[in-house]
């Protein structure tokens, strides 16, 4: 070669290196891989050079058992034989020599709601996976037990990383088994090597990367730490209890509202401006009010002769945004007059660990009857862990339902009662975990048989001070299409109602006017009129709750805010004083800016009713019914 031709190589090798950097600095730097490792990661990459075999093996340990507690447990199929990742290269490995980082690949990657089916339908998938996990299994066929207790252990191998780009479904947690090389590393609080996942943008491939955290002689072991970046001692026990056995008796599973720090910190996060003080402006009986939005559900269908569409916003008396406003401030000294649909500090309610936390103040404390018990996977990881070994020794049932903060129709949910499998998720997003509902009062389908079902009602929030709060007499209801019982948790038809938003699925359609004497038949004993006026009471007690307290910790009373809000509420059945079977509401959650889809399709004049109400007070002649 040339020296002009080795010249022009290198400056290429440069220019790819400094792309490379661009774009992937930031990941690089927050998994605190060092820089003196990115030029030989890009040319590893590039070349896709996986040399982690010439440095590293992987050596097999007998497990002797010294006591009758782990006989049992190598009865039951606990692995005989351990494994150990040890340096194997003669030269040892440097800590500050370039070359020091490996690709590890990946055996597996999936999204949980797509792993059965892959483990049943991927050749090779299932008898891979068990072999890495330790199971004994040799068939070909797939095999139900052995894919159920693939689902039942892989949570102590599975890692996790997710997008920042793309859509909703497209940013959801993506999880991944290491190669047998990769997952044979264990867990040390002083280990000698780091691993971090990495998403390569140009070849859109992950791999997990493998670096040192000191020199390392041949035969020293290769461990990572498995709670890396924890401080935080109790925690760090709970994180790790998939692995390293823990007691926490001394930690208690109560849980009661978060202090005013926790509310501050959400405020300052979402950075509304709250607004100034202002005097409530009367609407004149004779004005047209001018109402700007962008949402085509209101512009088609919002016709009231009071209304008029303006395309400027800057005239517009009333503002009805999709979008979160976050600048009260501004509109309330520029434009006091104007109305919104919008409360400040509303998301105590919209999001899905402030409505838990908000709920414990009817009860000074204590979840009240009508919310499923929650626990902030974040803040209340050991509670929750001790009340799951609580219900564990008083043989009570231990379904619980994993959620994210701030997603809704259903994604990134996961019903278990494996406690690890809950544990890890703290990995992923930021999660609620509640106690599933493992008694719910069921719907009969004639076709199918005793379904879930969930009830959806639209609240209007006309004020905060004083209280005025209004419920859509028309509720909306949701089906699974697969008969309810506590199995095969990611069976999505089983135990989720949303299907207008999967495919391929069928959408069970009820009106609330049909499903009253339906649900009257087949529960004689309970009329709808007293079920309803215990949800009602429940949607009481919750908005009473969220607006006893001053912005940040409760919803701000600005007199130009209304809202609407979509309540996903259960039944379920609980126990009276005299052991008779009652029905219970269960809020589930609440939506901003809800999809009103099918309000409009089946009752046109949905909005002209929400903004009679809300905007020119004048219930009285529309299917409301006033709850505070």
């Known amino acids: 070669m040339s020296t002009n031709d080795a010249q022009s190589t290198e400056d290429d090798d440069d220019d790819e290196f400094r792309v490379f950097v661009s774009v992937h600095a930031g990941s690089l730097s927050s998994s605190g891989v060092p820089r003196t490792y990115w030029r030989s990661l890009q040319r590893k990459i590039s070349n896709q050079v996986y040399d982690a075999g010439e440095v590293f093996g992987v050596l097999q340990v007998r497990q002797h058992y010294s006591d009758e507690e782990n006989k049992e447990n190598e009865e039951e199929g606990g692995a005989l034989i351990s494994s150990r990742v040890v340096v194997t290269r003669e030269g040892g490995l440097q800590a500050s020599e370039p070359t020091s980082v490996f690709l590890v690949d990946h055996a597996w990657t ?34 139900p037990d052995t894919v159920e207790l693939v689902m039942e252990h892989m949570w102590r191998y599975n890692q996790t990383y997710h997008l920042s780009q793309g859509s909703a479904e497209e940013k959801l947690p993506v999880w991944y088994i290491m190669d047998e090389f990769g997952s044979q590393v264990q867990h040390s609080d002083q280990p000698s090597c780091c691993m971090a996942p990495f998403f390569c943008v140009q070849d859109q491939l992950a791999y997990t990367l493998l670096w040192p955290l000191q020199d390392l002689q041949k035969g020293d072991e290769v461990t990572r730490d498995y709670a890396y970046g924890e401080t935080n001692a109790l925690v760090r026990r709970c994180r790790l209890l998939p692995w390293v056995p823990a007691d926490l008796g001394e930690v208690g599973a109560a ?17 509304e401006q709250l607004p100034a003080e202002i005097q409530a402006d009367a609407v004149a009986e004779d004005q047209i ?11 088609d269908n919002l016709s009231h002769p009071c209304f008029q569409l303006t395309e400027e916003e800057e005239e517009a008396d009333v503002i009805w945004s999709y979008n979160h406003i976050k600048d009260y401030r501004t509109l309330s000294v520029e434009r006091p007059h104007v109305m919104l649909n919008q409360f400040p500090c509303e998301s105590i309610l919209t999001v899905k660990d402030c409505l838990a936390a908000v709920a414990r103040r009817v009860n000074l404390g204590t979840a009240p009857d009508w919310m499923p018990e929650t626990f902030n996977l974040q803040t209340e990881l050991p509670h929750f862990i001790r009340r799951y070994q609580q219900r564990t020794e008083r043989g ?33 997003t930021p999660k609620v975990v509640c106690k ?13 048989g005793l379904v879930k079902f969930d009830i959806r009602y639209m609240l209007m929030l006309r004020s905060v001070q004083p209280l005025r709060l209004y419920a859509y007499d028309v509720f909306w209801l949701r089906f699974a299409n ?4 506590l199995d095969h948790l990611d069976d999505y038809q089983k135990h989720f109602t949303v299907m207008n938003y999967a495919e391929g699925v069928q959408l069970k359609q009820v009106h609330y006017d049909e499903f009253i004497p339906m649900f009257e038949e087949q529960y004689p004993q309970h009329p709808w009129k007293e079920v309803e006026a215990e949800v009602f009471k429940a949607f009481r007690e919750l908005f009473q709750a969220a607006t006893s307290r001053p912005a940040p910790y409760g919803i701000c009373a600005y007199v130009s805010s209304r809202a609407i809000y979509a309540v996903d509420l259960m039944l379920k059945w609980r126990r009276g004083e005299n052991g008779e079977r009652l029905m219970q509401p269960q ?42």
């Open 289 to 299: 009010l001018k109402v700007y939005c962008e949402m085509s559900q209101v512009t």
């Open 255 to 271: 849980t009661s509202e978060p202090p005013d720090s926790y509310y501050e910190a959400i405020a300052q996060e979402n950075r």
């Open 587 to 628: 809020i589930l959650e609440l939506n901003f800016s809800p999809d009103c889809a099918r309000a409009c399709l089946y009752h046109p004049s949905f909005y002209n009713h929400i903004f009679q109400t809300l905007f020119l007070d004048q219930p009285d002649d529309c299917p409301v019914t006033q709850i505070v």
């Open 482 to 485: 697969r008969p309810f019982s």
């Open 436 to 448: 599933y509902i493992e008694d719910p009062v069921l719907f009969h389908r004639e076709e199918v």
């Open 396 to 428: 009570e049932d231990n379904h619980w339902i994993c959620k994210p903060w701030n997603l809704a129709r259903s994604l990134d949910t996961h019903i278990t009662n494996n406690l690890t499998y809950i544990i890890r998720q703290r990995e992923s």
């Open 110 to 143: 999936y999204r949980v709601d797509h792993a059965r089916q892959q483990l049943e339908q991927v050749p090779g998938l299932l008898p891979r996976m068990a072999a890495l996990i330790g199971l004994d299994f040799h068939g070909e066929a797939p095999d």
